[in-house]
């Protein structure tokens, strides 16, 4: 009864067009004080929600990310993509793929994602002959893909929940991505023939190496990630800090197109989604404690527990459930409000945190691209200028083929576990 009352509460809240932080730190503490339960632990617990190393990570990336993208990158990184696979039947759609898995890697937002990916790529593909409808499903499940290619804020925050190595996390998101991005490559293969894709365009050996060259630059982003964490040279923290400073360099002194203002600008709104996202952090504190005090943990211990005798059932149920949640109350809160209810149970049956924190990050990836509701999915839609209903037929197919690739993630731990293990982090 007091959970529905805090539920009730909180869907009332959004409802009312409060913001999500609000509406759950009220809910949680309404619930709390009609339930009777002692409200002196909430201050602490308050601070001790936002108190995490790594959290300083979160604003070196997004400034980094913002800035390269500013910048222009992704536009060397679209050439590169089409110079790569261009030549194939629908090779400009599986450029965007290609693209989206590459600008992960140097933007940390999704919303900054499909805001450069739409405004760069919607155009070159309606010019091809590429529906609207189609543009918006490569770019909306191409972004989704990208939620595993580090850096993401969602992995930084999943990591301090459920106290896993971000490095680690960082490490495992690569190959899994490139599974899904091989998955929906495969369908936009299919569906070039079945629709009548045309190829893009058969690059001289000229532009290849010019795109190449154009690339190296945010190319860089990558592999500073990946080899300084195998190699062990620093924390997810300093990577922020050392990615920082090269997007100032590549912005300063070689694209030139930024001035010193509006760099500024962007560190002041890296600040404030910092800002938000250690007050999420902070909040759902409120809401975790009120579902420890009513025993939300072992309610859905009992609800999970057939699913208990195979990881691969088990996790698939709650990727479900994250991918729910992800759709109506977006990445981060499902993963401050769900992940830390059912993580325990996942380690309890043997699973690797590592391997859990990766398929949630798929998962809630799928969800902020599902449709009628999922954020990401509306905000692509809006590059596209085409309905929500109009699109859901084309984009079924895609979301077939993220779930195929989670699917292979679930089935696969090694996917997720191949790289950290190669760097000692898995035993």
């Known amino acids: 009864m007091l959970l529905a009352f805090t539920a009730v509460v909180f869907v009332g809240l ?5 913001p999500i932080v609000f509406a759950l730190g009220i809910a949680g503490i309404a619930g709390l004080a009609l339930g009777g339960y002692p409200l002196q632990m909430l201050p602490s617990s308050l601070v001790a929600g936002s108190q995490n190393w790594v959290l300083l990570a979160i604003p070196s990336f997004v400034f980094a990310g913002t800035l390269m993208e500013r910048c222009g990158m992704s536009h060397a990184l679209v050439d590169l993509a089409r110079a790569l696979v261009g030549w194939l039947r629908g090779g400009l759609g599986m450029s965007v793929i290609v693209v989206s898995y590459f600008f992960s890697d140097i933007c940390g937002s999704k919303m900054a994602e499909v805001s450069a990916l739409g405004s760069t790529l919607m155009p070159p593909l309606r010019r091809a002959g590429y529906r609207a409808e189609d543009g918006a499903s490569l770019i909306a499940a191409g972004t989704a893909m990208g939620m595993l290619v580090p850096p993401a804020i969602f992995m930084i925050v999943i990591g301090e929940v459920t106290n896993t190595s ?3 996390l960082f490490l495992a998101g690569f190959i899994p991505a490139a599974v899904v991005g091989l998955c929906l490559c495969a369908l936009v293969f299919v569906e070039a023939r079945l629709l009548g894709w045309p190829t893009d365009t058969r690059p001289s050996f000229a532009f290849l190496m010019r795109a190449g060259r154009d690339a190296l630059v945010p190319l860089v982003v990558p592999l500073v990630i990946l080899g300084g964490f195998y190699l062990g040279m620093f924390t997810a ?6 990615v920082a400073f090269y997007a100032f360099l590549a912005a300063r002194f070689y694209y030139r197109n930024v001035s010193l203002k509006e760099m500024l600008w962007i560190a002041y709104e890296s600040a404030l989604l910092t800002a938000a996202v250690v007050f999420l952090l902070a909040v759902a504190t409120i809401f975790q404690y009120l579902m420890g005090v009513t025993g939300v943990p072992a309610l859905l211990g009992e609800v999970l527990a057939p ?12 990727a479900l459930m994250t991918m729910a949640f992800g759709m ?3 990445g981060l809160p499902a993963a401050v409000v769900l992940i830390p209810v059912v993580f325990p149970i996942a380690t309890k049956l043997g699973i690797n945190p590592i391997h859990f924190d ?5 998962a809630v990836g799928i969800g902020l691209f599902l449709p009628p509701m999922g954020v990401g999915l509306l905000m692509a839609l809006r590059f596209a200028d085409v309905s929500v209903g109009r ?3 084309a984009y079924w197919p895609y979301v077939l083929a993220l779930l195929a690739g989670l699917m292979l993630i679930i089935a696969i731990p090694e996917l997720s576990l191949f790289l950290p293990r190669s760097a000692g982090m898995v035993r």
Request: zero cysteines; hydrophobic letters at 60%.
């Open 14 to 18: 959004l409802a009312l067009s409060m």
């Open 166 to 168: 971000v490095v680690a």
């Open 237 to 242: 923290t300093e990577a922020g800090a050392v």
């Open 307 to 318: 699913l208990g005798h195979s990881h691969v059932l088990f996790l698939a149920g709650v």
């Open 328 to 330: 109506v109350l977006e």
């Open 358 to 362: 990766i398929v949630q990050t798929a």
């Open 391 to 393: 699109h859901a037929r």
